[in-house]
Nanobody, 121 residues
Framework: QVQLVESGGGLVQAGGSLKLSCVVS????????MGWYRQAPGKQRELVAT???????NYADSMKGRFTISRDNAKNTVDLQMNNLKPEDTAVYYC???????????????WGQGTQVTVSS
């Protein structure tokens, strides 16, 4: 059993900041990439940012320079610092982890339940 629990969402004015956190728990052998995705109403889920176990990061173009992803491998956590938020950043944000469980071959993706971020103009 694996759980990804997000926290830190909420309502913020345009130009403000929020920090999202996600903790992964369970019978985990290893975690490869971790990341954040988002889904706005009526739109498909899209990439926000990812980070490898070695710390290499990747951002969607519209988030570069505003968002920063980080992780703590010892604590199995991944954070997303979001600055200069815009109304178009309003969405449900989902944590993702590609991980391997003890005694189970192969790696698969796991998702959190999502946290709402609302940016008012």
């Amino acid at each position: 059993q694996v759980q990804l629990v997000e926290s830190g969402g909420g309502l913020v004015q345009a130009g403000g900041s929020l920090k999202l956190s996600c903790v992964v728990s369970g019978s985990i052998f290893s975690i490869n990439a971790m990341g954040w995705y988002r889904q706005a109403p009526g739109k498909q889920r899209e990439l926000v940012a990812t980070i490898t176990s070695g710390g290499s990061t990747n951002y969607a173009d519209s988030m570069k320079g505003r968002f920063t992803i980080s992780r703590d491998n010892a604590k199995n956590t991944v954070d997303l610092q979001m600055n200069n938020l815009k109304p178009e950043d309003t969405a449900v944000y989902y944590c993702n982890a590609a991980l391997r469980l003890w005694g189970v071959p192969g790696t698969r993706d796991y998702w959190g339940q999502g946290t709402q971020v609302t940016v008012s103009s």
